[in-house]
């Protein structure tokens, strides 16, 4: 690793050295050149005007002075663009007006036109001797021939696209060539972007993948609504091209756009949810420095509830999991994550009064999410008494030691199955939320509940079932062609579950707004073609019919409750 390391600043010192040879040959003769035009090119004035070597060598020291803390050595040429230009321009005026004052202080004698023609010489020979070599790398890059490269049509002429379709050209790793642009601003069509046509709007692309020969489509619009985005995917997806995305804004970060940030296209982009706003400094001031217990900790909800939690600073983070290798998967990760975190994990039931007992009176946590439970529908409509002992009996355990140890705030998290129930795990988890509603009224522990539907990529969920089922080939097992559900991701889910918790009174029961309903049968068919295959053709779908306690529908509130507005336009009570 040493050698490696020396070797690299051997080659980096060699490359600064010999930008600073050139520079001097060019410094030396754009000074030549400005003095022998000013003689008309006429040879004997110009050899009398001649000032002495001692000149030279000092003007070259001069500007090799001027030119290094302008990063004329520091830059990638590859990438050159405008700012390193600005760089070079500003070097020349600044030699420039240094001479002017040199000349009227009749320190040196040189004609007055000297400084002007000997800064625009000096620029046309130093930006010729660094773009040089940009140009040179993408004419051999473009002449050389890149077997595998992929036809790409390019979604987005902004800023981010720009820059995406720049490093597809110009990185030695990239396997797309970009053949044409979409860009939904009208005015842009029929312009050139790095001799690429913006060949039309989200209109064209179907045609336009069809005359191009289209392989691959990349959309690079961050900053697109959810519903643009939703919109525009939809309209790739039936060329049968593969796609890919470029993340939003929010998951970029202020990183850096770049092709590795590049991923394909996946079924959440369809959903066309915009993304979810939450108040972290109203979570951050009823977490931070407090004892926080999640039970079922290392559960799909329960994992992520942890690296959130984690993110606001509380004085201890204790994880309480029957499942012990799901326990040691999100302790090992938050250990390197968050290597200054107070972290307690334990083993144990939710359903075992003694260990509950015991766990509260070690640690006398401050806030407790319960989200330890048994989920799965069907499971538990074979084994209703499993369903019970772990839900109810184990909601209650939990419930009645956070009130003996003065707990300052409880949140369960629940399900929109709890709505009028058809299964065992709704029914259970309805009555874990009147156990919420009853311990509120006689605590004074602020115990919630929060309600949501269906979590994407969880533990068990229909899709990385049916990316399993795809990759086996098929087929995909959908139980009705009409059944429909409410969709959110992990982490906008625990967010608002955060944020509920902040708005903890007694006894609430918040409703999250799961935005709209999906078909399943719809995201059974765009997950089949965003893996490259077409439903019904090359993976067959099958309908199994509805299972026991399933509805073909779910509700978010019984027909006695009602909706109370919060702060969070998508949370209610």
């Known amino acids: 690793m040493w050698d490696l390391t020396r070797s690299d600043k051997l080659k980096r010192m060699t490359r600064t050295l010999a930008l600073v040879l050139l520079d001097i040959i060019l410094i030396n003769a754009a000074s030549l050149i400005a003095l022998y035009s000013h003689f008309d090119f006429i040879f004997a004035p110009f050899r009398e005007q001649m000032p002495s070597i001692q000149f030279f060598v000092l003007q070259s020291a001069l500007i090799i002075a001027l030119f290094i803390p302008m990063k004329l050595y520091n830059s990638v040429w590859i990438f050159a663009g405008v700012q390193e230009l600005l760089h070079i321009v500003v070097s020349a ?172 296209v996946d079924v959440l982009d369809l959903l066309g949810r915009d993304s979810i706003d939450v108040d972290i400094s109203q979570i951050a001031q009823y977490i931070r420095n407090k004892t926080v217990l999640v039970t079922g900790g290392g559960g799909s909800i329960g994992s992520e509830l942890c690296r959130q939690i984690v993110a606001l600073a509380p004085r201890k983070l204790l994880i309480f999991d029957i499942y012990e290798n799901n326990a040691y998967e999100i302790q090992q990760e938050l250990r390197r994550s968050a290597p200054g975190l107070d972290l307690v994990v334990r083993i144990g039931s939710v359903q075992d009064t003694a260990r509950v007992d015991s766990l509260f009176r070690e640690f006398s946590p401050d806030i407790v999410f319960h989200a330890a439970a048994h989920k799965h529908v069907p499971l538990m409509e074979n084994s209703p008494n499993e369903a019970i002992k772990n839900n109810v009996f184990g909601t209650r355990n939990v419930a009645r030691a956070a009130d003996r140890y003065g707990v300052e705030t409880f949140v369960l998290i629940s399900t929109d199955k709890a709505v009028n129930p058809t299964n065992v795990m709704g029914a259970s988890k309805r009555i874990c939320e009147m156990i919420v509603q009853m311990m509120a009224n006689q605590s004074k522990t602020k115990f919630v509940a929060v309600r949501f539907g269906n979590v994407l990529g969880s533990n068990g969920s229909v899709i990385p079932l049916f990316r399993k089922q795809i990759e086996e080939g098929g087929p995909l097992t959908v139980t009705h062609p009409d059944v429909i559900r409410y969709f959110m991701t992990i982490p906008e889910a625990v967010s608002l579950v955060l944020q509920a918790g902040a708005y903890a009174n007694r006894g609430e029961i918040f409703v999250l707004d799961m935005g709209e309903p999906v078909r399943i049968d719809d995201l059974a068919r765009n997950l089949i073609r965003l893996s490259g295959f077409e439903p019904d053709v090359e993976i067959e779908i099958q309908y199994s019919g509805l299972r026991p306690g399933e509805k073909l529908y779910e509700e978010l509130l019984m027909d006695e409750e009602g909706l109370q507005s919060t702060k969070n336009q998508l949370i209610y009570i």
Do not use: W
């Open 93 to 264: 005026v600044t030699i420039c007006a240094a001479q002017y004052l040199l000349i009227f202080a009749d320190i040196v004698q040189l004609p007055s036109s000297y400084p002007l023609h000997n800064a625009l010489y000096l620029t046309a020979l130093i930006c010729a001797s660094r773009f040089s070599y940009r140009l040179l790398r993408m004419y051999r890059r473009k002449s050389a021939a890149r077997p595998g490269q992929k036809r790409t049509m390019l979604v987005g002429a902004g800023d981010a696209g720009m820059q995406v379709l720049k490093e597809f050209q110009t990185s030695v790793n990239s396997k797309n060539r970009v053949v044409c642009i979409v860009d939904d601003d009208s005015r842009k069509t029929g312009q050139y972007v790095c001799n690429v046509k913006i060949a039309g709007t989200r209109e064209d692309i179907a045609r336009l993948v069809q005359q191009h020969r289209v392989e691959e489509i990349v959309y690079a619009i961050p900053s697109t609504t959810a519903t643009d985005r939703k919109e525009i995917l939809n309209i790739c997806k039936e060329t049968g091209c593969k796609m890919k995305i470029l993340p939003g804004i929010s998951q970029l970060a202020n990183a850096e756009v770049s092709i590795q940030k590049i991923r394909d």
